[in-house]
């Protein structure tokens, strides 16, 4: 499922600052280690890892590459999380329905 | 950037039934062999009540799975919650769920926020990046950006 390698992408504290960073504007792999604690390699490897979960690409500018946001990137997600809880709701709605459960021992 | 995803249903009972079905009694309706960490090998949901409290699925086997923490308890009209199931604290959203009295029932309304965080531009002039659970927990303290 896409929403997994989102989700993925998601789970590390340094890549969701690089996403809050690249919200604000697009920044090399230089600008981003230069304000992050990490290497500027360890950056690289958080990009990549972005690139493939979709949620940010690169355009080259000579022989810079400079990284953006991916806004779609994020829609998997939000479609599975959409209906992940149309499910919920829906049991939960459907509980009224039925008649009162009777008491069961433990 | 990211819009919450907000979802509303209406329920023909009263909102402190609504309201108890929802956390309470979530082991009744929730259900657990399509979303849960354990699927079929779920025995229990529960959700416990206060702030703080842990909403989380338990296995045939007795291992615990959380799925978030209770952050605002306003029985019986709010609740709102960390969500994590299945995955790190640190990576968590919030879901509010609202009960109000409409049309002879209640209507309740679901919303699952968090995905703002990865671009907080209060958090930015702040000069820091807290994208970890005080950042979640502060939106609904009322902290100050």
Redesign the interface.
Known sequence: MEHGRT?HA??D?TR??I??????RPHTVGELAARLPVSQPAVSQHLKVLRQAGLVAAEKDGVRRIYH?S?EG?EPL?AY??S?????????????DRAP?QEEKE | ???P?V?E?????GVEDAFR??TGEIA????TE??SVSGEACRDVRFEGSVGGRILEEADDGQVHPWGTVTAWEPPGRVVFTWHPG??P??AQSVEVEFSAQDGGTR?R?T?TG?E?????A??MRGE?D??WTFVLSRYAGATA
């Open positions: 989700l998601l789970s504290a969701r600052n996403l809050a960073r690249l919200r604000l946001l806004v994020l939000r999380v959409a992940f809880w149309d499910e919920a709701l829906g049991a939960y709605g459907r509980s009224f459960r | 950037m990211i819009e995803v979802k249903i209406w329920v023909g009972a079905r929802f009744d309706w929730w259900p399509q979303h995955r790190e640190d990576t309740v679901l699952h995905w965080r990865f671009g907080d531009s958090a930015e990046y994208t970890g």
